[in-house]
C-alpha cells in the first residue's frame, strides 16, 4: 500500500484527521510523539528555512529536500505538503508533485492564489482565473499516480468561494480546501456545494477561521484539520521568555537536575536517536494507530 492510499484510506475514516504543522526535524521529532500525520506548513518552512514571510520565496529543490529528510526520519507518518501554486508554472507544478511521489510524500497542497502570494489568514490575496487553475490542477493530477490531491481556492469573494469550492470538488482531487474560512455558517454552505467530496479544514492561532475542537469540526462535516503552526508559535513563545530570563539572570542557566525538571542535553539526545534508522522497530504495512491523548473526534459516517 502506499502512502497516498495510506493518507487516503485514513481520511475516509469516521471523524475528522488531524495533521500537525512542523518547519524542521525537531519540530517534526516532537510532533510524531503525539500524532501520526504531518502537515509540511509554507509559513513554518519559510520562516524556519529562509527567515522570511510566506509570500513566494520558498524555491521547491529546497521543500523536497526537507520532505526527504523527513521521510527518512519518520516512514510511517503521513506527509502532506503546501507546495503553494506549484511554483508558478504548470511544468514545474508536474515534476514536484512527481518528485514528491518518489520520495514518499502522502499528499500536496494546490493552490490558485496569483503572484504575489499571501499566507492563505493574510488580507490582499488574489486568485488566478479559474480556468488557468484548473488547467494547472488537471495537469497535476494526471501526473500522479496514487499521491493525495488537495485542491485549494483562496477567493475571498463571497459567490466566487462557493463557485470554486464546487467546482473543485467535481474534479479528481481527492480533498477541497477553502482557506480562510471566516466562521461556522461558512463551513457549513461550503460542506453543502463541496457534496461527497472530502473537505478539509485549515487553523492557523491568530489566523481568520474559528478555533474548533475536532469533535466540532466532525459535526460539521470536515474530514481534515491541518494545524499549520502549532509547533512554530510555541517555539517562538518559549525561546522568547527562555532568552529574556538568561538575560535577567546575567547569562546563568537554569539548574536542570532531571528531565522532570525541564528539557536537558540527555532528553533532546534520546528524542533524536528515535530518527536514527536502525534505532527504530522493523517497518510494518500498517500506520500506528492515533494516540489516545490525540481524539479525533466523534465516530460518525463520513458524508
Known amino acids: 500500500m502506499t502512502y497516498g492510499t495510506k493518507l487516503r484510506e485514513r481520511i475516509a475514516a469516521p471523524g475528522t484527521t488531524p495533521l500537525i504543522g512542523v518547519y524542521d526535524m525537531?519540530?517534526?521529532?516532537?510532533?510524531?510523539?503525539?500524532?501520526?500525520?504531518?502537515?509540511?506548513?509554507?509559513?513554518?518552512?519559510?520562516?524556519?528555512y529562509y527567515g522570511l514571510p510566506d509570500i513566494g520565496f520558498i524555491a521547491w529543490p529546497d521543500m523536497m529536500a526537507f520532505v526527504q529528510r523527513l521521510r527518512g526520519a519518520f516512514p510511517g507518518h503521513h506527509l502532506l505538503v503546501d507546495i503553494d501554486d506549484g511554483y508558478v508554472d504548470p511544468e514545474v507544478a508536474c515534476h514536484v508533485v512527481e518528485?514528491?511521489?518518489?520520495?514518499?510524500?502522502?499528499?500536496?497542497?494546490?493552490?490558485?492564489q496569483k503572484r504575489p502570494r499571501r499566507c492563505g489568514h493574510a488580507d490582499g490575496k488574489q486568485v488566478l482565473p479559474l480556468e488557468e487553475y484548473l488547467a494547472k490542477l488537471e495537469m497535476v493530477l494526471a501526473t500522479r499516480r496514487d499521491l493525495l490531491v488537495v485542491a485549494r481556492t483562496d477567493a475571498t469573494d463571497e459567490h466566487d468561494i462557493l463557485h470554486r469550492a464546487g467546482t473543485l470538488a467535481a474534479t479528481d482531487a481527492d480533498v477541497v480546501l477553502v482557506d480562510g474560512v471566516r466562521s461556522v455558517d461558512w463551513i457549513r454552505r461550503i460542506r453543502a456545494v463541496v457534496g461527497g467530496k472530502p473537505l478539509l479544514f485549515n487553523q492557523i492561532a491568530g489566523g481568520k477561521s474559528p478555533r474548533l475542537s475536532l469533535g466540532e469540526l466532525a459535526a460539521l462535516g470536515v474530514d481534515v484539520a491541518i494545524y499549520s503552526t502549532p509547533c512554530l508559535f510555541a517555539a517562538h513563545e518559549a525561546m522568547h521568555a527562555a532568552l529574556a530570563e538568561l538575560r535577567r539572570t546575567d547569562g546563568r542557566l537554569p539548574e536542570t537536575r532531571?528531565?522532570?525538571?525541564?528539557?536537558?542535553?540527555?532528553?533532546?539526545?534520546?528524542?533524536?536517536?528515535?530518527?536514527?534508522?536502525?534505532?527504530?522497530?522493523?517497518?510494518?504495512?500498517?500506520?500506528p494507530p492515533p494516540p489516545r491523548d490525540a481524539p479525533r473526534g466523534p465516530a460518525e459516517r463520513k458524508a
Open 26 to 48: 525537531y519540530s517534526a521529532s516532537i510532533a510524531a510523539q503525539h500524532y501520526d500525520g504531518m502537515f509540511v506548513s509554507g509559513f513554518g518552512f519559510a520562516a524556519s
Open 99 to 112: 518528485g514528491l511521489e518518489r520520495i514518499g510524500a502522502s499528499g500536496v497542497v494546490l493552490e490558485d
Open 258 to 287: 532531571s528531565d522532570a525538571d525541564g528539557v536537558g542535553v540527555g532528553t533532546a539526545t534520546r528524542l533524536l536517536e528515535r530518527n536514527i534508522a536502525r534505532s527504530r522497530a522493523p517497518r510494518t504495512d500498517t500506520l
